[in-house]
Nanobody, 125 residues
Framework: QLQLVESGGGSVQPGGSLRLACTTS????????IGWFRRAPGKEREAVSC????????IYADSVKGRFTISRDNAKNTVYLQMNSLRPEDTDVYYC??????????????????WGQGTQVTVSS
């Protein structure tokens, strides 16, 4: 029943920034692709960004490219999502999950597991 743990969400004004973190104390994440997803009520899961096990390959949704940066610190067993220039449409619950596949699986949430409980991001004035 492994579940990753997200943190760092909050409420910010448009143009603001947040840094989300994804971690777990149960396993080492350094052999997994980690993805960030969001899913507003009534919506399907949307891949926001994914990062390969080494951190050398990253993928971003077109809607966040240039604004968000995914990174990982395997020594800390943590994956981050730096979110800059936030927009109201970024408002959502953000989840992280792991995959044994490469980062090219980012568009396919069915290849991910250990979904966290989510962290709320709210962007409003």
């Amino acid at each position: 029943q492994l579940q990753l743990v997200e943190s760092g969400g909050g409420s910010v004004q448009p143009g603001g920034s947040l840094r989300l973190a994804c971690t777990t104390s149960e396993i080492t994440l350094d052999h997994y692709t980690i993805g960030w997803f969001r899913r507003a009520p009534g919506k399907e899961r949307e891949a926001v960004s994914c990062i390969s096990d080494s951190g050398l390959s990253t993928i971003y949704a077109d809607s966040v490219k240039g604004r968000f940066t995914i990174s990982r610190d395997n020594a800390k067993n943590t994956v981050y999502l730096q979110m800059n220039s936030l927009r109201p449409e970024d408002t959502d619950v953000y989840y992280c999950a792991k995959s044994r596949f490469t980062s090219e699986a980012c568009s396919y949430p069915q290849y991910f597991d250990s979904w966290g409980q989510g962290t709320q991001v709210t962007v409003s004035s």
